[in-house]
């Protein structure tokens, strides 16, 4: 029976040329198991996207999408939120919770069912996925296979009758892929849920299947059972068989009859047919690996991470010269990726000696981290100034055209080019690669190879870790394995992946004792007299609708007056600074409580200083050319509301009672008060029942103030809160602010310990945010950099220090009076300038980042709020 | 890390109800008395909640400055009768502001130790269980962030380490800098990325349809039932007493305060059996379980 059926279905994105999808026609039978494959940007995402409609882009769309006859859009949110589920690509941009009981319940959650209900929904699929044990753990502490079997039963609790899933297993290493795999497997025979799910992994996923959509260019190239697609794309001659199984591309090759087999066990039947009228010749010798001078020496290397912790890696040897290209292959946690860190110098070891002949550059698992710019020019040339190596180097990697784009608007296999050219500009000798295939479809695979190969002609030294077994076999010029944290004599492919039965390619399983000694897919033709069929060149990846950022903040050039105006304004400054302080003389600091009458001379002298100042701003300041683009503004009324309870009704009651009470009635009286401050804007967000996205915004602000903490060690006392707080405000309104202000002081204070602070220091930060918003809202806070600046300064001194000194001298000091309160301002300002100035170097650095980024995602996503 | 003491066993909102007592009544009453047995409570609590942190910072941290106010104290206070002597600047030291500042500083320590049992019992999990019934969109907000703290804090340390190896360690302090922030600006652009990314997750999972539930990890029972109770049954008394002016105390000018009746008295009972119920509570946990040992 049908259960889902798409007719004609045609859709473009708002700003591409060409539609992403085209007259788009298939249907899917209850139970069925299906695979969307493709290759990279050929609209396999956004077909599944399109299937599932809290997430469907937008864009223009024809056709028809029914689901059991029922129109997609029809269905009333409820039921398209529980009955198709959607499992998308990275599990660590899914997981919602930090514990994983959390995690699993969220689904559930959002389906508004009963308490005894939900307990059960948690209860059953914990222990249908057997993972009743980790339920206490954080999800943070799980491996990313765990991660996504986490995210899939997080789904399944809602028991959906569609699966889509959007290459899940692309994260994931080969095991934790097939562990996963046979879950949905399991799934779909078990449960009888429709799987639709769109891979790369063909080699595992279409044994598996029992419907196949092959989707070329946004066109539905070819569909039906994995036999019939293999057929076709055999008649084709598609590019794309090359991702299809070893046993299929073998029978393809053989030009061969009957039935197309998919796993090894057929391919193995198929090829001892095909041995008996077709006598394999002798493969023909592959030329040894030509050996050149010695560029890693590693003798009796040992690491651990801790003192007390065992060793990753123990006495192990390792040689690779120039021009050689060393694949590392073993499982998880052999301390693989430690080597490569030890190697590139990152890590030190505790014993041994190595010794590395040339420079070395990592390509780290996740390419993306070695992109650190706002635009891919500044990313190559901030290693290399040469512009005509950068462009050749553009040239090379096939990236022209992209110079301005956004590193972040770039395909995966467009940023893997791009960090491999940016690690091949540093002219390293020795190239040391993390997982180099992972997340690349097979194409991609071939012109990293391509690429990698050109390297190793050029004389560089590859080590390359890798899980990818097909890729090593291919490409390495010798193979080790890495066990237990030492490396066995390395061999060549042929010899390495021949010897093993269990840890070896599909090629070397379907013919090891048929026919000896082929690990790739071409030795297996070679041995029968054929040639593999070559590969054609790699077609650019498909354009992107990503918009061009706009420089956020274009720097306006100061005319000359103004500069010798702000000059004389400064310098007046400190001259009258130095001659009113020389006049009143320390007493003024001193005993402010008994201050004496200042003299004429005196006012004028610090009505100079406060002109001067107000001159050196008047000339600094800058025209809106440089204004942040716009972003949405809160309504009047919340703003007004924020206002008016912040500034008038919270103060006047803190003044009241600190006239009134002693120290311990006034410390709950304030209390009381901060409560009924915070409580409103808590509520309102409540009530407003705030959008997933704004949710996600201000969570993601606030942990990166939390974070944020932790990156600069460097500078103690220095904590990014403020700045991360105030352009919150500025960004998405007072009440954002507000929010994002106290929430990461309460999270701070439930992570690092709470004392009776807390809810003072949640007020005097929510109370930055909220200002901020209020006064950028009524546009006497300008977006400009110098502006906030200012603000940041003003707000750390005054409004921060102004409320946490006296809550201090409340908590520590005893009673509240005149003297007591001086002294605490006084002794806390040092501190309260040094966060001024954090703040001002934070704002200053960060401003154009945050709300560029923010500017730049409501563009390309829309609505933040 | 799960805690095994009788009150991490109990629902948090008991727990809650708890720590207002005795924060609340720590502040509330001013008689030295009280305040002496809040502290030996909240002593005995410390050493019961929070035994893998040994009392470090108490140590180290809270009990010097608690001493330095005490300290401080008459320095900027001068009332009171009894004058000890003068400081050199001429204003006089009293006993009063000695014995206030000394009072002051021992309530601000009281309350410390009672905020670190806080901390320690009500773990991340009960604060959200807590939140979740009053504020599910703030306690979405709070789970989100406590999920990306430590990937950022991953990510960060990725970044920072493809720097160190493409560009070798930084030499210069500066530089140092430099890298941070731009590590800083990379992960300010992926994290807010990820959030949209996010949000999407959420949505394909149902977040925003109306009637929104949230699972209790914690339900109560019988035993939270008679925990509060018991805690209803000290801590109005103690209040009433308190409110009618039964235990009341105050330095200035003279220190005086409510005599030692048998009210008093009973009142300090009562209040010190709130404070170390978390003991008492153990103990019963512990003949339980000796009792259910000898059974089998």
Same mark, same amino acid.
């Given at each position: 029976?049908?259960?889902?059926?798409?007719?004609?279905?045609?859709?473009?994105?708002?700003?591409?040329?060409?539609?992403?999808?085209?007259?788009?026609?298939?249907?899917?039978? *209850?139970?069925?198991?299906?695979?969307?494959?493709?290759?990279?940007?050929?609209?396999?995402?956004?077909?599944?996207?399109?299937?599932?409609?809290?997430?469907?882009?937008?864009?223009?769309?024809?056709?028809?999408?029914?689901?059991?006859?029922?129109?997609?859009?029809?269905?009333?949110?409820?039921?398209?939120?529980?009955?198709?589920?959607?499992?998308?690509?990275?599990?660590?941009?899914?997981?919602?919770?930090?514990?994983?009981?959390?995690?699993?319940?969220?689904?559930?959650?959002?389906?508004?069912?009963?308490?005894?209900?939900?307990?059960?929904?948690?209860?059953?699929?914990?222990?249908?996925?057997?993972?009743?044990?980790?339920?206490?753990?954080?999800?943070?502490?799980?491996?990313?296979?765990?991660?996504?079997?986490?995210?899939?039963?997080?789904?399944?609790?809602?028991?959906?009758?569609?699966?889509?899933?959007?290459?899940?297993?692309?994260?994931?290493?080969?095991?934790?892929?097939?562990?996963?795999?046979?879950?949905?497997?399991?799934?779909?025979?078990?449960?009888?849920?429709?799987?639709?799910?769109?891979?790369?992994?063909?080699?595992?996923?279409?044994?598996?299947?029992?419907?196949?959509?092959?989707?070329?260019?946004?066109?539905?190239?070819?569909?039906?059972? /994995?036999?019939?697609?293999?057929?076709?794309?055999?008649?084709?001659?598609?590019?794309?068989?090359?991702?299809?199984?070893?046993?299929?591309?073998?029978?393809?090759?053989?030009?061969?009859?009957?039935?197309?087999?998919?796993?090894?066990?057929?391919?193995?039947?198929?090829?001892?047919?095909?041995?008996?009228?077709?006598?394999?010749?002798?493969?023909?010798?592959?030329?040894?690996?030509?050996?050149? +001078?010695?560029?890693?020496?590693?003798?009796?290397?040992?690491?651990?991470?801790?003192?007390?912790?065992?060793?990753?890696?123990?006495?192990?040897?390792?040689?690779?010269?120039?021009?050689?290209?060393?694949?590392?292959?073993?499982?998880?946690?052999?301390?693989?990726?430690?080597?490569?860190?030890?190697?590139?110098?990152?890590?030190?070891?505790?014993?041994?000696?190595?010794?590395?002949?040339?420079?070395?550059?990592?390509?780290?698992?996740?390419?993306?981290?070695?992109?650190?710019?706002?635009?891919?020019?500044?990313?190559?040339?901030?290693?290399?100034?040469?512009?005509?190596?950068?462009?050749?180097?553009?040239?090379?990697?096939?990236?022209?055209?992209?110079?301005?784009?956004?590193?972040?608007?770039?395909?995966?296999?467009?940023?893997?080019?791009?960090?491999?050219?940016?690690?091949?500009?540093?002219?390293?000798?020795?190239?040391?690669?993390?997982?180099?295939?992972?997340?690349?479809?097979?194409?991609?695979?071939?012109?990293?190879?391509?690429?990698?190969?050109?390297?190793?002609?050029?004389?560089?030294?590859?080590?390359?870790?890798?899980?990818?077994?097909?890729?090593?076999?291919?490409?390495?010029?010798?193979?080790?394995?890495?066990?237990?944290?030492?490396?066995?004599?390395?061999?060549?492919?042929?010899?390495?992946?021949?010897?093993?039965?269990?840890?070896?390619?599909?090629?070397?399983?379907?013919?090891?004792?048929?026919?000896?000694?082929?690990?790739?897919?071409?030795?297996?033709?070679?041995?029968?007299?054929?040639?593999?069929?070559?590969?054609?060149?790699?077609?650019?990846?498909?354009?992107?609708?990503?918009?061009?950022?706009?420089?956020?903040?274009?720097?306006?050039?100061?005319?000359?007056?103004?500069?010798?105006?702000?000059?004389?304004?400064?310098?007046?400054?400190?001259?009258?600074?130095?001659?009113?302080?020389?006049?009143?003389?320390?007493?003024?600091?001193?005993?402010?409580?008994?201050?004496?009458?200042?003299?004429?001379?005196?006012?004028?002298?610090?009505?100079?200083?406060?002109?001067?100042?107000?001159?050196?701003?008047?000339?600094?300041?800058?025209?809106?050319?440089?204004?942040?683009? /716009?972003? /949405?503004?809160?309504?009047?009324?919340?703003?007004?509301?924020?206002?008016?309870?912040?500034?008038?009704?919270?103060?006047?009651?803190?003044?009241?009672?600190?006239?009134?009470?002693?120290?311990?009635?006034?410390?709950?009286?304030?209390?009381?008060?901060?409560?009924?401050?915070?409580?409103?804007?808590?509520?309102?967000?409540?009530?407003?029942? /705030?959008?997933?996205?704004?949710?996600? !915004?201000?969570?993601?602000?606030?942990?990166?103030?939390?974070? +944020?903490?932790?990156?600069?060690?460097?500078?103690?006392?220095?904590?990014?809160?403020?700045?991360?707080?105030?352009?919150?405000?500025?960004?998405?309104?007072?009440?954002?602010?507000?929010?994002?202000?106290?929430?990461?002081?309460?999270?701070?204070?439930?992570?690092?310990?709470? +004392?009776?602070?807390?809810?003072?220091?949640?007020?005097?930060?929510?109370?930055?945010?909220?200002?901020?918003?209020?006064?950028?809202?009524? *546009? !006497?806070?300008?977006?400009?950099?110098?502006?906030?600046?200012?603000?940041?300064?003003?707000?750390?001194?005054?409004?921060?220090?102004?409320?946490?000194?006296?809550?201090?001298?409340?908590?520590?000091?005893?009673?509240?009076?005149?003297?007591?309160?001086?002294?605490?301002?006084?002794?806390?300002?040092?501190?309260?300038?040094?966060?001024?100035?954090?703040?001002?170097?934070?704002?200053?650095?960060?401003?154009?980042?945050?709300?560029?980024?923010?500017?730049?995602?409501?563009?390309?996503?829309?609505?933040?709020? | 890390?799960?805690?095994?003491?009788?009150?991490?066993?109990? $629902?948090?909102?008991?727990? %809650?109800?708890?720590?207002?007592?005795?924060?609340?009544?720590?502040?509330?009453?001013? $008689?030295?008395?009280?305040?002496?047995?809040?502290?030996?409570?909240?002593?005995?609590? =410390?050493?019961?909640?929070?035994?893998?942190?040994?009392?470090? &910072?108490?140590?180290?941290?809270?009990?010097?400055?608690?001493?330095?106010?005490?300290?401080?104290?008459?320095? &900027?206070?001068?009332?009171?009768? =009894?004058?000890?002597?003068?400081?050199?600047?001429?204003?006089?030291?009293?006993?009063?502001?000695?014995?206030?500042?000394?009072?002051?500083?021992?309530?601000?320590?009281?309350?410390?130790?009672?905020?670190?049992?806080?901390?320690?019992?009500?773990?991340?999990?009960?604060?959200?269980?807590?939140?979740?019934?009053?504020?599910?969109?703030?306690?979405? %907000?709070?789970?989100?962030?406590?999920?990306?703290?430590?990937? @950022?804090?991953?990510?960060?340390?990725?970044?920072?380490?493809?720097?160190?190896?493409?560009?070798?360690?930084?030499?210069?302090?500066?530089?140092?800098?430099?890298?941070?922030? @731009?590590?800083?600006?990379?992960?300010?652009?992926?994290?807010?990325?990820?959030?949209?990314?996010?949000?999407?997750?959420?949505?394909?999972?149902?977040?925003?349809?109306?009637?929104?539930?949230?699972?209790?990890?914690?339900?109560? =029972?019988?035993?939270?039932?008679?925990?509060?109770?018991?805690?209803?049954?000290?801590?109005?008394?103690?209040?009433?007493?308190?409110?009618?002016?039964?235990?009341?105390?105050?330095?200035?000018?003279?220190? =005086?305060?409510?005599?030692?009746?048998?009210?008093?008295? &009973?009142?300090?009972?009562?209040?010190?059996?709130?404070?170390?119920?978390?003991?008492?509570?153990?103990?019963?946990?512990?003949?339980?379980?000796?009792?259910?040992?000898?059974? @089998?």
């Amino acid at each position: 029976m049908e259960t889902l059926r798409l007719s004609h279905v045609t859709f473009q994105y708002p700003t591409a040329a060409v539609p992403a999808l085209r007259d788009v026609s298939l249907t899917l039978r *209850r139970g069925d198991f299906a695979v969307l494959c493709g290759p990279s940007g050929s609209g396999k995402s956004t077909l599944l996207r399109l299937l599932k409609p809290a997430i469907a882009p937008h864009g223009e769309r024809s056709g028809e999408l029914l689901l059991d006859g029922v129109p997609i859009d029809a269905l009333s949110p409820r039921d398209a939120g529980a009955r198709i589920g959607f499992v998308a690509q990275s599990p660590h941009t899914q997981l919602v919770s930090d514990k994983v009981w959390h995690e699993l319940a969220f689904g559930a959650e959002s389906l508004g069912l009963p308490q005894e209900e939900l307990r059960r929904r948690v209860a059953e699929t914990a222990t249908y996925f057997g993972i009743t044990s980790w339920l206490d753990r954080n999800t943070a502490d799980l491996s990313g296979g765990e991660q996504q079997l986490l995210v899939l039963a997080g789904v399944m609790i809602t028991r959906p009758e569609l699966l889509l899933l959007d290459e899940p297993t692309s994260q994931l290493d080969p095991h934790a892929a097939q562990t996963f795999l046979r879950w949905l497997q399991q799934i779909n025979r078990d449960l009888g849920t429709t799987v639709l799910l769109s891979e790369h992994r063909l080699e595992e996923v279409l044994p598996l299947s029992s419907r196949v959509f092959l989707l070329e260019d946004g066109r539905l190239a070819a569909q039906g059972t /994995p036999q019939d697609v293999i057929c076709r794309l055999r008649d084709t001659q598609s590019p794309f068989l090359a991702a299809m199984p070893t046993a299929a591309r073998f029978w393809c090759g053989v030009n061969g009859s009957g039935d197309v087999p998919c796993t090894v066990n057929d391919g193995r039947s198929y090829l001892a047919s095909y041995l008996q009228t077709h006598p394999p010749v002798p493969l023909p010798a592959k030329p040894d690996p030509v050996s050149g +001078g010695c560029a890693v020496r590693a003798e009796g290397l040992s690491f651990r991470y801790g003192k007390d912790l065992p060793d990753v890696l123990r006495d192990l040897d390792l040689t690779a010269s120039t021009g050689e290209w060393l694949c590392l292959l073993g499982a998880n946690g052999s301390g693989k990726s430690t080597l490569l860190r030890v190697l590139a110098g990152v890590l030190r070891p505790q014993h041994g000696d190595l010794s590395i002949n040339g420079k070395t550059a990592l390509l780290p698992q996740r390419p993306e981290d070695l992109l650190w710019h706002e635009r891919v020019w500044d990313e190559l040339s901030c290693v290399c100034e040469d512009e005509a190596r950068v462009d050749a180097m553009l040239r090379r990697f096939r990236l022209t055209g992209l110079e301005d784009r956004h590193p972040s608007d770039l395909s995966g296999g467009e940023v893997q080019r791009l960090a491999m050219a940016k690690l091949l500009l540093t002219q390293p000798d020795i190239l040391l690669l993390d997982e180099p295939t992972k997340g690349l479809d097979a194409g991609q695979k071939e012109a990293l190879a391509q690429s990698l190969r050109r390297c190793c002609r050029d004389g560089m030294c590859i080590i390359a870790v890798s899980h990818d077994v097909e890729f090593c076999a291919a490409n390495a010029d010798r193979c080790a394995l890495l066990f237990d944290g030492a490396v066995q004599t390395p061999q060549t492919p042929r010899v390495f992946f021949s010897q093993s039965r269990l840890y070896t390619t599909a090629a070397a399983k379907l013919s090891r004792d048929l026919v000896p000694c082929c690990v790739t897919l071409s030795d297996l033709l070679a041995a029968f007299g054929i040639e593999m069929p070559k590969s054609r060149e790699n077609p650019p990846d498909p354009p992107r609708n990503a918009q061009q950022e706009k420089q956020v903040f274009a720097k306006a050039k100061l005319p000359l007056w103004r500069k010798i105006g702000a000059l004389c304004g400064g310098c007046g400054a400190i001259v009258s600074f130095c001659l009113a302080a020389k006049e009143t003389g320390p007493v003024l600091f001193s005993d402010f409580g008994a201050a004496p009458a200042l003299s004429a001379k005196q006012w004028v002298l610090f009505g100079a200083f406060a002109v001067c100042c107000l001159l050196v701003l008047l000339c600094l300041s800058r025209k809106r050319a440089d204004a942040v683009p /716009p972003l /949405p503004r809160e309504p009047v009324k919340r703003t007004v509301f924020s206002a008016v309870w912040l500034l008038l009704v919270l103060p006047l009651g803190l003044f009241l009672g600190a006239n009134a009470l002693d120290q311990s009635r006034y410390l709950l009286l304030s209390l009381g008060l901060l409560a009924a401050g915070l409580l409103p804007f808590f509520l309102r967000f409540e009530r407003r029942r /705030p959008s997933a996205r704004l949710i996600a !915004v201000l969570a993601a602000l606030s942990a990166l103030a939390i974070a +944020g903490r932790a990156a600069f060690f460097m500078l103690p006392e220095c904590k990014p809160v403020l700045a991360i707080v105030i352009l919150a405000g500025v960004a998405l309104g007072g009440e954002s602010g507000f929010l994002v202000g106290s929430v990461t002081m309460l999270l701070s204070n439930l992570l690092f310990g709470q +004392g009776p602070w807390t809810p003072y220091q949640m007020f005097a930060m929510g109370l930055c945010g909220a200002l901020a918003g209020i006064l950028a809202r009524c *546009r !006497v806070l300008p977006p400009r950099r110098g502006a906030l600046c200012v603000f940041g300064a003003v707000c750390a001194v005054v409004v921060y220090g102004g409320i946490m000194n006296p809550v201090s001298a409340l908590l520590w000091g005893g009673a509240l009076n005149r003297e007591i309160l001086f002294s605490y301002y006084l002794s806390g300002l040092p501190m309260d300038l040094i966060h001024a100035a954090a703040t001002a170097m934070f704002l200053w650095a960060l401003a154009p980042t945050i709300l560029g980024q923010l500017s730049r995602l409501q563009t390309t996503h829309g609505s933040l709020t | 890390m799960h805690r095994t003491d009788a009150v991490s066993r109990l $629902h948090p909102g008991v727990i %809650l109800l708890f720590f207002l007592c005795v924060v609340g009544g720590t502040l509330l009453l001013s $008689h030295p008395l009280f305040r002496l047995l809040s502290l030996i409570g909240a002593l005995c609590c =410390h050493a019961l909640l929070c035994r893998d942190a040994r009392g470090a &910072f108490l140590l180290r941290t809270a009990l010097p400055v608690c001493l330095l106010a005490a300290v401080l104290n008459p320095l &900027f206070n001068h009332q009171g009768v =009894h004058i000890l002597f003068y400081f050199p600047w001429g204003n006089p030291c009293t006993g009063e502001s000695l014995l206030y500042g000394v009072l002051a500083s021992l309530l601000l320590f009281t309350v410390l130790v009672w905020f670190r049992c806080y901390t320690a019992v009500m773990t991340t999990d009960r604060s959200l269980f807590l939140f979740s019934r009053a504020a599910p969109a703030l306690s979405l %907000l709070l789970r989100l962030a406590l999920r990306m703290i430590p990937a @950022m804090r991953a990510d960060f340390a990725r970044t920072m380490e493809a720097q160190t190896c493409l560009l070798g360690p930084a030499k210069t302090k500066r530089e140092a800098l430099r890298r941070a922030f @731009m590590a800083f600006r990379v992960q300010l652009r992926r994290a807010l990325e990820n959030a949209v990314q996010l949000s999407d997750a959420m949505k394909s999972r149902g977040y925003g349809l109306p009637g929104r539930t949230a699972y209790a990890l914690f339900s109560w =029972h019988r035993r939270d039932g008679l925990c509060c109770l018991f805690l209803l049954c000290c801590a109005l008394p103690v209040l009433g007493a308190s409110l009618s002016g039964g235990l009341s105390f105050s330095v200035y000018p003279t220190p =005086h305060g409510a005599a030692v009746t048998p009210l008093l008295l &009973f009142c300090a009972i009562v209040y010190f059996s709130l404070c170390i119920s978390p003991v008492l509570w153990n103990r019963l946990e512990v003949l339980a379980w000796k009792r259910s040992g000898s059974a @089998m």
